[in-house]
């Protein structure tokens, strides 16, 4: 057996609009299975990025995302992705989320060094935006 890919990632969420705001209205993310959940189908929205999944379950329960985060690579149309950054730290300010201070800065990733953004979700979470 070997591990090839990743299927879907799932995160709790304390609110699906909110969430679904952010991640499908401020990132881009493709919904899917909105109708499934409505019709207690499915226990999760799915947004996708990239032909992953992931699965923004709802909860009642207190939600601790302490040092997680998640990444997603947004792929850039620029050669200088460091404005590309600088202009996405402004989109999601204006959008009402806190981003950290000093974005973007540059990271290392799968894919090497690259300008990110570290915005929280609505429930706090860290999300890394990473420009490739």
Same mark, same amino acid.
């Given at each position: 057996?070997?591990?090839?890919?990743? %299927?879907?990632?799932?995160?709790?969420?304390?609110?699906?609009?909110?969430?679904?705001?952010?991640?499908?209205?401020?990132?881009?993310?493709?919904?899917?299975?909105?109708?499934?959940?409505?019709?207690?189908?499915?226990?999760?929205?799915?947004?996708?990025?990239?032909?992953?999944?992931?699965?923004?379950?709802?909860?009642?329960?207190?939600?601790?995302?302490?040092?997680?985060?998640?990444?997603?690579?947004?792929?850039?149309?620029?050669?200088?992705?460091?404005?590309?950054?600088?202009?996405?730290?402004?989109?999601?300010?204006?959008?009402?989320?806190?981003?950290?201070?000093?974005?973007?800065?540059?990271?290392?990733?799968?894919?090497?060094?690259?300008?990110?953004?570290?915005?929280?979700?609505? %429930?706090?979470?860290?999300?890394?935006?990473?420009?490739?």
């Amino acid at each position: 057996m070997e591990t090839v890919d990743i %299927d879907h990632v799932a995160l709790r969420v304390t609110d699906i609009d909110d969430a679904l705001s952010f991640y499908a209205d401020t990132l881009g993310m493709e919904v899917r299975d909105r109708d499934r959940f409505e019709d207690g189908e499915v226990p999760f929205v799915a947004v996708v990025a990239g032909g992953r999944h992931v699965h923004l379950v709802p909860t009642d329960d207190e939600i601790d995302v302490g040092g997680e985060h998640v990444c997603f690579l947004l792929r850039s149309s620029e050669t200088d992705t460091r404005d590309e950054g600088e202009e996405l730290v402004e989109t999601l300010e204006d959008a009402g989320y806190e981003v950290e201070e000093d974005e973007p800065h540059e990271r290392y990733g799968a894919y090497g060094r690259d300008p990110a953004v570290y915005v929280r979700d609505p %429930d706090g979470r860290r999300v890394e935006l990473k420009l490739h």
